[in-house]
């Protein structure tokens, strides 16, 4: 967009007319930036519209759960309205009449304050919304959603959103009625009484109601965004305007590059020769970002989190705070020199202007041990005051012509911080001069100023989450940076334990957890519907169910031999049994493949064995458990089909599930992405697979405890599924029962989900239905088998894992 002049008829400050005419007064002064386009499409309308989109929601699910509550509460409505029926005819007349005459009056104060472009924005979204409204309606009518229409329309002849209430709220949220509390205390009154009159006749039902005031607002809210508001920014003259009742004497002002929270910048010209930064902070632009605040807000631990909204003034008052904090504290800082308010929708703060360019900017080789060792002094000075910069990245860190280091940026940092905010800021500088100039530079030249004390503390910290979001975006690009850290801190400083921090409440793959968990119980709790449970406990024959309860008993004792068998350090074996039950607990909030492997890796670490060891010797049992696995999966396939007396035979569709599987791994591993990630986990996992193998085939009474450990596990679980099926009848052959769990197996361990719930039970029961049992059969007996070998070892499983833990052993 091209630079264009702005001019203030009442200031001039330059001394000659441009053309070459008369002179001008000395009061003029033209600001060089960019056309402000005369409308903006404010962030603060679009999530003020995704976030009534999400109450709609919420408010549509709550209706259909207390769907009951619901009709009693408009009974009694209407019991009410029918013993008072006058009053009921006298307020459907003035809710009605009023619900037209507010806005038209609003409309007409409008047009003479000479505001009829907000009526006009007004009016779009009225029309929108009457024809949303009205068409949503005869979708909802005519569609299938049978439940949503009978709970907006009560099941009667109505509409399921009044069009009129839709078209009244969406044009009372186009023109900002809310900014006027007199007038919005009225609109909404009027509403109300709207509402309760046509609820009272029964023509309208309270979640119709609701939903179709949530509707107007956001056709509202989005007709705001669309068409966008009238630019209410001050433009540059009035910034000048600004600095001269700070008593500055500007004579030239350009528009220079946005910082990176979006605010403008200002370069000022000063009549005695100096300059100035002048930073501008729109109140429009508090929003910007939002979303990523709040994400952060929600997911990091309190003390780490920012505010995510601030008002105009407090963002002013804190960036001027921090800003006065570090030049009391000696830091090289460019000095604030004045703030000031620019209207109502805006705010300035005016620094000196220093001469200096980005860290950025400034080639590595040109960072040598002396300027790391300036800019550390420079944090260590904030550091002394308890200040926190929580920005030191190659913007906020410059370097003026003299070869000096200024911090600059200091919205963001944080005044009497805490002892976490202070290592988070020596765990950013770390990281970022690492991938400037190494890990052993910059932890040396840290140490040199701060101390090992202070790298020791930090390296906890030395974490991606806790870092900027350029710092982490470099990070994906050289992922060796923060191991090398943490090598030169521990060579630096030596230490037995370093306390960990977690600066997450949670992470993404536990959120993604929770969503499939949750879809997980709803297939197990639509099997459950299938059946009577009670009838499942007592029906099934107690003989075989009791042999079941036995196999899953025996699960966990030879998990414990295939545990002690790929270890060569001794290993008691009723503790290793308590240690598989507690694993059984710890799959309630694990995956199934991963919830095992963790708690007897950490079991193994306990009790003395070196962590690379004890990786490499659950690895190896894992290996060993994945080779056994396919082995016998394809031995029982063999004889299952060979064996031409049982009642199932190598049927199609268990031909057609194996060929599914084989070619799931096939597309898998042919996809490079893919293949690499699996190869990455793979590697990490068996790294030190094979010396542990070696170890364990030097001893022959290893081998064997291992090999008998791995092939009872399985054995165990299939009896089990076998005694299950026994229990109600089935006829199946133990061979065909063997096929079935072992393809179950391998795809409930592939699933996210705490213990494969979800998938293994759908697994199962396909499985065995495909095999000939009827599908209530299967339901019943792999329902059994879930309970005998993942719910009831629940709680002997938690009383294992408080009793390891009393006694330090995980």
Known sequence: ??????????????????????????????????????????????????????????????????????????????????????????????????????????????????????????????????????????????????????????????????????????????????????????????????????????????????????????????????????????????????LRKLSFSPITARRIEDDHQGSRRYAIGLEDGTSLDVTVLDRDRQVAGLPYRLWRRIRLNSETRRRAIRSLRAELEREALMAYA??????????????????????????????????????????????????????????????????????GIHLDRAGRIVLTDPRSGEIAAGDLLLRLDVAQLLTYLALRVGPERSVRAAAAVMGPDALAAAMPLLQRIALTRETRAALAKNKKVLPGLREQIVALKPQGKVEEVRLERFRPRTLITIILSAIAAYIVLSQLSQVDVYTVVTTANWAWSGVALVASFVSFVAAAFMLRGFVPEHLPLWRTVLVQLASSFVKLVAPAAVGGVAIN????????????????????????????????????????????????????????????????????????????LINKRLRGLFSNVLPRLLDVLQSPRKMVEASIGTLMITIAFVVCLYACVQAFGGEISFTAVAVVYLTANAIGSAAPTPGGLGAVEAALILGLTLAGLPRELATSAVLLHRLLTFWLPVLPGWASFTYLQRHEAL
Not at 637 to 657: D, Q
Not at 660 to 672: D, E, Q, R, W
Request: proline share 5%.
């Open 326 to 395: 570090a030049q009391a504290a000696g830091a090289s800082t460019p000095r604030l020199l004045g703030t000031s308010e620019i209207g109502t929708e805006a705010a300035l703060l005016a620094y000196e202007h220093l001469d200096t360019r980005p860290l950025d900017d400034v080639p590595d080789d040109e960072i040598d041990d002396d300027l790391l060792a300036q800019i550390w002094e420079q944090v260590g000075l904030l550091q002394i005051q308890r200040l926190a910069h929580r920005r030191l990245t190659g913007e």
């Open 601 to 676: 890796t950490r079991y193994l670490q306990k009790r003395g064995i070196r962590p690379a060891s004890a990786v490499a010797s659950v690895g190896a049992s894992q290996l060993i458990m994945l080779v056994f696995h396919i082995a016998l999966l394809l031995l029982f396939a063999y004889i299952t089909g060979s064996n031409t007396a049982t009642s199932f035979t190598p049927s199609r569709g268990l031909v057609l599930a194996l060929l599914s599987v084989a070619l799931l791994a096939v597309v898998v591993l042919g996809l490079p992405p893919l293949r690499r």
């Open 1 to 242: 967009m091209a630079d264009i002049s702005e001019r203030d008829d009442t200031e001039d400050l330059s001394t000659e007319d441009p053309a070459g005419g008369e002179p001008r007064s000395d009061t003029d002064v033209y600001v060089v930036e960019p056309l402000l386009p005369q409308r903006l499409r404010r962030p603060s309308d679009l999530l003020r519209f995704i976030a009534t989109l999400v109450v709609l929601g919420a408010v549509i699910l709550l209706a259909l759960v207390a769907k009951q509550t619901l009709n009693g509460l408009e009974a009694d409505v209407k019991e009410g309205a029918d013993l008072v029926p006058l009053l009921s005819r006298i307020a459907a007349f003035l809710g009605g009449a009023a619900v037209l005459i507010v806005p038209a009056a609003f409309a007409v104060e409008r047009v003479f304050h000479r505001d009829g472009l907000r009526v006009a924005e007004g009016l779009i979204a009225a029309i929108v919304g009457m024809a949303g409204s009205f068409l949503l309606g005869q979708w909802l009518v005519s569609g299938t959603l049978d439940d949503l229409r009978v709970l907006l329309t009560g099941d009667r002849m109505i509409e399921p959103l009044n069009t009129l209430l839709t078209s009244v709220v969406a044009y009372a949220t186009a023109v900002r009625i809310s900014r006027r509390p007199t007038w919005r205390m009225l609109m909404w009154t009027t509403i109300a009484l709207y509402i309760l009159a046509f609820f009272s006749g029964r023509q309208i039902t309270i979640p119709s109601a609701v939903v179709t005031v949530l509707v107007g607002m956001a056709i509202g809210y989005a007709t705001l965004y669309g068409v966008g508001s009238p630019n209410t920014r001050p433009p540059g003259s009035a910034v000048v305007a600004a």
